[in-house]
């Protein structure tokens, strides 16, 4: 039996506070609503209890801030999809920011199986004045665990609708693709952070957002496979490749470490799950 679950968060500011109020129908909820910055920003951990997709399972994520909120959107652990018998299991998450709002879209790990038909898309609509910084991060098999990525495939799907487009499909039978120097060069995990704004950056915040990501990327043990571009005027993203999950996560939050002290003048405090 497939599972079809759907999640609608809305943050908006009452009374000086980030208020995060939320309905779901099906297997997909908020375990908890934390401040450990202060009442101006609302962390939430999102969970599936049952702990993956299979063919046929659909999750579907609204979000949506209102002017001058801030919200962060995390998850406990990695998100599974599993091998299917024929069906697709696909995530799609719609984020909707209003004027002068902020969202940091920060979920752990999508695990790919081998055998998966999976999908996973992430469409943004952003008002002027108003920011995200967020990220993508698949894990094709488990290669530690002997668990290779030899069957099924993986569509990624990232927008910000008017501005930016990235899409494709990786194949696990697509030899030149998995494993050409010009391809994957056979790592298996794939990373994308990314910086969006609702209207065009000033050339000084892209030029400011891209050396602080490249002064992260200089000093990290990845750094000859991992770069920062500005694909348009509202974006800034950073791409990685690595054989493994670990290193490529640790790269992402050290850029964002950096993002947010130096463009949005905040600590970089890290959501509390992630030190579980």
């Not at 497939?2 to 999640?7: F, G, K, Q, S, T």
């Not at 297997?27 to 101006?40: K, V, W």
């Not at 999102?46 to 919200?71: F, K, M």
């Amino acid at each position: 039996m497939a599972w079809h679950a759907r999640l609608s968060l809305d943050y908006s500011v009452e009374n000086a506070r980030c208020v995060a109020r939320f309905e779901h129908d099906g297997p997909l909820r908020i375990l908890q609503t934390l401040y450990p910055e202060g009442d101006a920003i609302c962390h939430n951990v999102l969970v599936h209890p049952p702990g993956g997709l299979v063919g046929g399972d659909t999750l579907e994520i609204a979000i949506r801030a209102r002017a001058g909120a801030h919200g962060l959107v995390t998850t406990p652990g990695a998100s599974r999809f599993y091998r299917s018998q024929g069906e697709v299991a696909a995530q799609r998450t719609h984020i909707t920011l209003q004027e002068n709002a902020r969202l940091e879209w920060l979920p752990l790990e999508a695990i790919c199986y081998s055998g998966c038909l999976a999908e996973n898309h992430v469409v943004m609509d952003l008002a002027p004045g108003s920011e995200l910084i967020g990220w993508d991060v698949a894990a094709l098999g488990l290669p530690e665990s002997q668990l290779h990525f030899d069957e099924g495939s993986l569509l990624q799907h990232l927008e910000l609708r008017g501005a930016w487009l990235e899409r494709g499909r990786i194949a696990a039978r697509d030899a030149r693709l998995m494993d050409s120097p010009l391809g994957l060069a056979g790592n298996r995990c794939i990373a994308t952070l990314f910086l969006a704004a609702g209207s065009e950056m000033p050339r000084a915040r892209r030029e400011q957002a891209l050396e602080l990501a490249r002064e992260v990327i200089a000093a990290h043990p990845l750094r000859e496979c991992a770069g920062a571009t500005a694909p348009g005027p509202q974006v800034v993203a950073v791409r990685v490749l690595a054989p493994q999950v670990e290193p490529a996560l640790g790269l992402l939050k050290a850029v964002r470490d950096a993002w947010r002290p130096g463009l949005w003048n905040l600590p970089a405090t890290r959501p509390r799950t992630w030190a579980l």
